[in-house]
Structures are given as C-alpha cells and as structure tokens.
C-alpha cells in the first residue's frame, strides 16, 4: 500500500483523512490526527457513542495524539489486516499508535497502543464519550482499575496503562513516551446491565487479531497485478460484514454528505440489495465461498414472506422498518445538514432487485455453491409478482426522492429476473412454466428497445421518454441484455462519455430537481466510473481501461479506501465512507482485466457477469 506523507491537521478533517477499523459487527473511523471520530456500539447501526465526525469534539471522539504539533504522520495497515498504525514524528522523537478492534463472538472491545520509536514524545489523550449520536453525557465512576461510563442501557469501561482524570465532562491523561515504551488503552463495550469482566491484554490481543486477518487475507485466490488494491478492498468488504447473520453495509457511516454543504446526507448502516450480485461477484471470484454462502442466507432471510413486500433495503438481521429521522443537534459534517439516521428509502418500490435476488440466485447456482434447498421456490414466488408488475414506474436502482418513472435500468433488471431463472431451470432441469416465462422476456425486451431508446441521439436513455442519460446503463453489456458491439450499446457508452464524464470521472446522472427531487449537485461516482472501464475492457479497449482504472485507484486515500464519490476538482472524497459498493467494483474490474478479454466477451453474451467465471 503507498504511504503518503501528510501534515496532521489538527482541524477538521475531511473524509479522505480517516481509516476503517472494526471487528465484523460494528467499525470505526480513525483520523490522521489521531482522533476516533465515528463508532456506533455494540453494532454498526447503534447509536453512535463518537459522532465527532458529523459535528465536533463535543459530540464525542477519542483522541490519542503528540501533544505538540506532529512534523509528519504516516499511516498504514500492518501487512494484510486491520490493524492500523500511525506513526507521528516530533521535534522530540516518534512514536507509533495501534489502532485495532479484536475480533470476537463474546465482546466487544477497541484496542489504542503507543509505542515509542525514538526520543520521548508527550501525549495527549482525551475521551468524550457521547452515547445517542452526541446527545448523552454519560455517568462516570471508578471501579477498581477500570473507568465505567455509562448511560441507560450503554457501558463503556476504559483501563488504561497511565493515570486518567477527568476534567471538564471528558477524560484525560498526558504522559510521556520515550523509545521502546509501549502503553495501553482497551475501551471495552457492554449493556449497562451486564456484569464488568476483566479488560483484554492488549498485546496478546493485538497478536490474535494481527495474525486472524494473516489467515483470512492468505485464503485470497487474485494473484493477480492489483492484488494490493483488491485484497485491501477484501478486507474492507469483510470488516462491513456484520459477521452474526452474514449481511453487509453499504458504508459504516451516516450522513456524510455527497455535496458539502448538501443535502443529501442519507444513513448507509444496512444492507441493499440492490448490491446482492456486486457482493456476490466479488467474494466468489476471489475464493470467498463461505462469506459468499452467508450472503446468500443472509438474502434468501431477509426477502422470505409476500414478494410484494420486497425492500430494497434491510437491516443487519433483515429488519424492516427502517424509520428515517433528523437528529437536529448535529450540525453535520463541514456543515452539511441535515443529519439523517434510518432510511426512508426502505419504503420505496423498486424494480430492479427483483433482477439482482434472481441473478445472484443464479450466480451462486453457476459458481456451484451448496444447494439451498429454498430457493428455487423464492424464486418462483417473486416472477409470479414481477410477472404482472414489471411494467410499474419505480423509484430506480438510484431511489430518487421524485415521482417515479419507468426507469430503463429497472426494467432491463426485471428483464435479468426472468433471463436468469429461465437458464437455472433449463440447465438443472426445475419445475418451472419456461415458455411463459420466455414470453414475458422477450416482451420486456422489446419494450425497452423500443421505448428506453432514443434513435434521435442512438443511446438508451434514463427512464422511458427522458432525454436524460443514466450512468446504470453502462452495466446493459455486462448483464447480457445487449451485446457490447451493438450499435445502440456503443453509441450509449459514447454519450455517457460525452454527457456524464467530468474531469475524467463519471456522474450517475445529472442531477435534475425534475428527477430526484432535490437540490442538483455531487460528486463523480466512484462504483460508475469502474463500471465504465469494464465497458472498455469488453469493448477490447484495453489500454483505455488499464490507464482508466489505474487512474482510479489513484484516488483511493494512504491507506486505500475509497467513498461512495469524489469531488475531482477539489479532490475531495464526498459521500459514505469507506463505501463496499465501490470496492466490490474495483475487484470486479481488477479481475476483469486478468482474463482475456474475449473469455469476458463470451460471458457477457451468455448473460453471466464475466469476471466471477473466469479462473486465473
């Protein structure tokens, strides 16, 4: 992983500027300052006990840090985990803070270890705890050699190496660190009703965790030229798995802005599925099967009962009602209000996963996972609902907050839905009425042609009889629907090109108030852009798409994570952070361009997503 060398800010930072530690059930983000600024225990969609990140210190952050202004910092993970190291340089000397959360099914425990690299550097560390998104201020007591903070049903307990006071509704320790002296700071998380346990050696602790992710990362099957950059993604897309019910958040954040300033701030904390065959894709192609086995669990759980209930968007154990408030205390990140925690969109109707379930379905099938003896009739019940409501306006693969449309995305997904479970019943011989099916396939892609096409300008548009072109459509190749050499396929892409790329990155779509009903404005989107350089590798564009995705991996911060989008002028990062769906793309592109690029050609045209079958 490169390491850039920065100024550590002691100001606010920016996205870019923090890092991703977590132990598969919750996460948090780490500033190059040295300050935890986000961390919801004990679960990813917990209330937030530091919610700095979308306010300032006083609504909770952790820091550890030189107490003089550091000359350098420098970050990175150790080796192939998710343990983070920053090692900060002073005009007295260096020091290294570890950064790590301990993998494990019984507790829930954040782990800050500082050791001294040169010279005697002093210290600063201050704890606010704020539980309930900065809105609580806990009740804090000693007991014995622990320090026990808590509020209603929440108890952090803090032992620390060094002496700790409190001072001003937060808790404090300076001390100095001289070169190979090694302090200790376990933040333990329990319900307030729990009995305290002992604190966890951090040393022992930090050899366990170091050497679980060693195991987990040697399991990676990409040998490829990207391999750092994949297996960074990997990690990442693990530590966003909430390891109990097998499920993935898009993002481990809430509310970060995808304008600055901007409103659309929205809560990413649960799992869509809309991103089910990206997730799928990427842990199957890498050799992921049992991550990949649990996802589909996780899936076939959360879509069980009345097909027209489907969500397009659940909880971390399939929950579904997903109430989105504003938490006006907040002021939000850089300003950007207001701050959201749940999700309305969990309401909307949305046609296109209909085609991501079945597809994913159909990939797990294809890459010869165990049989799940449910599936085929989950299948069969939700084509029985799309079958006569595939032609229902939608909210689209975007969730717009607009009136919905015939989005042409969508309609292509249900396309997928009933391509997919039509191969799955011919090749394995299921019960299944094929011929009808066949009949609404090829009905569905007539209307699209037909309708989802603008001769005038030879692209496919964003929603039947817009002008508007759409980002998702760059992914019509990939799903088979159109061949990449067709015309109407070629001159898509070409308008893309022409309409949606700014400063050589992609736009999802030009945000229209007409559209989404809202302010127009945000960053490039990183997922689009990857998409976009499959569109070359398929097209035999190879050059385009190597330059195209090593320039996009040049985006990704120190220690390679990446948001959801990216401000190029500026050259901000904007939106949730780290995002598993522009992750789960770089892998997909990376092992898209170690495959020859026919073999990917003939995928695309059997309708499979070329790079999970492909074998390197």
């Known amino acids: ?296 669990e996780w899936l076939l759980r959360a879509v069980a009962g009345s097909p027209d209930d489907l969500q397009i968007v659940y909880g971390l154990s399939g929950a579904r009602r997903l109430d989105e408030i504003e938490l006006p205390w907040l002021p939000g990140h850089r300003r950007s209000k207001p701050v959201r925690v749940g999700n309305a969109a969990s309401r909307q109707f949305q046609l296109d996963v209909y085609g991501e379930v079945m597809d994913s379905l159909h990939l797990a099938r294809a890459a010869d996972l165990e049989p799940h003896p449910e599936a085929w009739s989950v299948q069969i019940a939700l084509l029985r609902f799309l079958e006569s409501n595939w032609n229902r306006p939608d909210k689209g693969l975007w969730e717009v907050r607009g009136p919905p449309k015939h989005f042409t995305h969508s309609k292509i997904m249900a396309w997928v839905a009933f391509d997919r479970a039509i191969k799955d019943a011919e090749k394995e011989r299921l019960d299944a009425p094929i011929e009808r099916w066949r009949g609404v396939r090829d009905l569905i892609h007539a209307q699209i042609c037909r309708k989802g096409f603008d001769a005038a300008n030879n692209t496919f548009v964003q929603s039947y009889g817009s002008t508007f072109l759409d980002a998702s459509l760059l992914l019509m190749p990939q799903v088979g629907f159109l061949p990449i050499e067709d015309e109407r396929v070629i001159g898509t892409i070409a308008a893309i090109e022409r309409r949606l790329l700014r400063n050589g990155l992609v736009l999802r779509y030009a945000t229209q108030s007409d559209v989404d009903a809202l302010p127009a404005g945000e960053g490039t989107f990183l997922a689009c852009s990857f998409w976009l350089a499959d569109c070359y590798v398929l097209a035999g564009r190879r050059k385009e798409a190597e330059a195209f995705f090593e320039r996009l991996l040049r985006i990704a911060n120190d220690v390679g994570l990446f948001a959801e989008e990216y401000d190029p002028r500026a050259k901000r990062m904007l939106g949730n952070f780290p995002q598993a769906l522009t992750h789960m793309a770089l892998v997909n592109t990376a092992r898209l361009l170690s495959i020859p690029a026919e073999s990917a050609r003939r995928a695309s045209a059997r309708g499979e997503r070329p790079a999970a079958h492909a074998h390197h």
């Open 1 to 296: 992983m490169k390491k850039r060398r920065t100024r550590a800010a002691f100001k606010r930072l920016s996205i870019e500027d923090y890092a991703l530690i977590g132990d598969c059930h919750t996460a948090a983000l780490v500033g190059s300052n040295g300050s935890i600024d986000w961390l919801c225990f004990p679960r990813f969609d917990s209330g937030a006990c530091f919610a700095s990140l979308l306010g300032g210190p006083e609504h909770g952050r952790w820091l550890l840090a030189p107490a003089a202004k550091p000359k350098s910092v420098r970050r990175r993970y150790l080796d192939d985990s998710l343990v983070l190291t920053t090692e900060f340089r002073t005009q007295q000397g260096s020091v290294r803070v570890i950064d790590f959360m301990p993998t494990s099914d019984e507790r829930w425990d954040l782990v800050r270890i500082v050791e001294g690299l040169s010279g005697c550097v002093r210290m600063h560390m201050e704890l606010i705890v704020r539980f309930d998104y900065g809105s609580i201020v806990p009740w804090v007591r000693r007991s014995r050699d622990l320090l026990l903070l808590t509020a209603g049903p929440d108890t952090l307990e803090l032992a620390a190496s060094v002496e700790v006071a409190g001072q001003n509704m937060k808790t404090v320790a300076d001390f100095p660190v001289r070169k190979g002296q090694r302090e200790s700071f376990v933040l333990n998380y329990r319900p307030s009703h729990f009995p305290t346990r002992p604190a966890i050696e951090a040393f022992q602790s930090l050899k366990r965790t170091t050497a679980h992710w060693h195991r987990w990362s040697a399991r990676c099957r990409y040998k490829g030229r990207w391999r750092p950059a994949v297996l960074r993604s990997l990690i990442t897309l693990k530590a966003l798995t909430y390891k109990p019910t097998g499920g993935m958040v898009a993002a481990p954040t809430a509310s970060l802005p995808e304008q600055l300033g901007g409103v659309r701030n929205w809560d990413y904390r649960y799992c869509w599925l809309r991103d089910a065959t990206f997730t799928l894709n990427a842990l199957l192609l890498a050799g992921y099967n049992e991550e990949a086995a649990a996802w589909r």
